[in-house]
């Protein structure tokens, strides 16, 4: 006998956002949704220390990004979530094409994993976010690091 459970509404809206913020904010640069996905009040737990707070920071990360990686391509794998959370895992991928933490462009493709925790708000809006990424592997990619 196979019991079927009612849909978690909130979770697959919650889910639909987090894609949706990875393929057209961070992807394309489209900032002019981070209103409408980000509370103003977001706290980002892993980005630099001027990045940190706030629907301003979110778009100072995604231009600091967009410009070091404008063809950076988040490729995702795996996504669930439970109540309030969603939790992504990911691949990031693209080429160093602009300055990134002060260093030259290197011109160098790279490809490393990522993890990404965000919690959302009653009215869909991501309060909370952490990422884990492979900066080590990323760094070495483009030639930063040995």
Not at 59 to 83: C, Y
Request: hydrophobic content about 40%; aromatic content about 8%; overall charge negative.
């Amino acid at each position: 006998m196979t019991i079927s459970l009612p849909a978690d509404d909130a979770v697959e809206r919650n889910k639909h956002t987090m894609r949706r913020i990875y393929e057209l904010i961070m992807d394309q640069g489209r900032t002019d949704l981070i209103a409408e996905h980000f509370a103003p009040g977001l706290v980002n737990h892993t980005a630099p220390e001027p990045l940190r707070t706030g629907t301003e920071a979110v778009a100072g990360l995604v231009s600091m990004l967009r410009t070091a990686f404008p063809d950076a391509r988040t490729e995702i794998e795996d996504m669930t979530g439970a109540g309030d959370v969603v939790v992504m895992r990911n691949w990031y991928a693209g080429t160093h094409l602009g300055p990134f933490l002060g260093n030259a462009p290197t011109r160098r493709p790279f490809r490393f994993r990522q993890m990404h925790w965000m919690r959302f708000g009653a009215d869909g809006r991501v309060t909370d976010h952490w990422g884990v990424r492979d900066d080590v592997s990323h760094l070495q990619q483009l030639g930063l690091i040995g």
